[in-house]
T-cell receptor, first 113, second 114 residues
Framework: DGGITQSPKYLFRKEGQNVTLSCEQN?????MYWYRQDPGQGLRLIYY???????QKGDIAEGYSVSREKKESFPLTVTSAQKNPTAFYLC????????????FGDGTRLSIL | SQQGEEDPQALSIQEGENATMNCSYK?????LQWYRQNSGRGLVHLIL?????REKHSGRLRVTLDTSKKSSSLLITASRAADTASYFC??????????????FGSGTQLTVLP
């Protein structure tokens, strides 16, 4: 079945540690996105990629980094510079970076130890 | 910010009743999309309505769009317990040049009581 796989489902970060969240899609979509969701809130865009080897900052990119070396993969690193990383992280993809509907993974919940 | 705002923030109804959620936004849009999110899961796309459309149906879902009032509504008819979820509107709008942005509202939490 085609879809988006995020791993791990739960992740814990120690002080000063960088952690990487995985996002893989087999939908052959060009565009991929990372969102952050805080309790009772909507989604805020962290980074997006319109095509492989390209990515752009979203609204809240500080303290995060991404790469897009393969079409199917768009990992997100939460760096130690992100002082409030506790949140639910969602990865999404769409056929192109346009007005198409986005397909979402089931998220990674990140907490601080 | 272009972010849409849903109203109400929370809605509780009995099974079989209709549920109506509203979304307001600030600037001109290309289209508006509705998504559902079950607790602890990702979002699922429900329906897309373009700026030149006024109404769209999909099964028990009915979406309206009023661009003059910059608002949209989602109606779920004959609700079921399985419809319990958060519902988000998302607007697609143009930023500088031809770039498009998809911006999500803060959602309506719908609870359908059996």
């Amino acid at each position: 079945d085609g879809g988006i796989t995020q791993s791990p489902k739960y992740l814990f970060r120690k002080e000063g540690q960088n952690v990487t969240l995985s996002c893989e899609q087999n939908l052959n979509h060009d565009a991929m996105y990372w969102y952050r969701q805080d309790p009772g809130q909507g989604l805020r865009l962290i980074y997006y990629s319109q095509i492989v080897n390209d990515f752009q900052k979203g609204d809240i990119a500080e303290g995060y980094s991404v790469s897009r070396e393969k079409k199917e993969s768009f990992p997100l690193t939460v760096t130690s510079a992100q002082k409030n990383p506790t949140a639910f992280y969602l990865c999404a993809s769409s056929e192109t970076y346009s007005n198409q509907p986005q397909h979402f993974g089931d998220g990674t919940r990140l907490s601080i130890l | 910010s272009q972010q849409g705002e849903e109203d109400p923030q929370a809605l509780s109804i009995q099974e079989g009743e209709n549920a109506t959620m509203n979304c307001s936004y600030k600037t001109s849009i290309n289209n508006l999309q509705w998504y559902r999110q079950n607790s602890g899961r990702g979002l699922v796309h429900l329906i897309l309505i373009r700026s030149n459309e006024r109404e769209k149906h999909s099964g028990r879902l009915r979406v309206t769009l009023d661009t003059s009032k910059k608002s949209s509504s989602l109606l779920i008819t004959a609700s079921r317990a399985a419809d319990t979820a958060s519902y988000f509107c998302a607007t697609v709008w143009f930023s500088s040049g031809s770039a498009r942005q998809l911006t999500f509202g803060s959602g309506t939490q719908l609870t359908v009581l059996p």
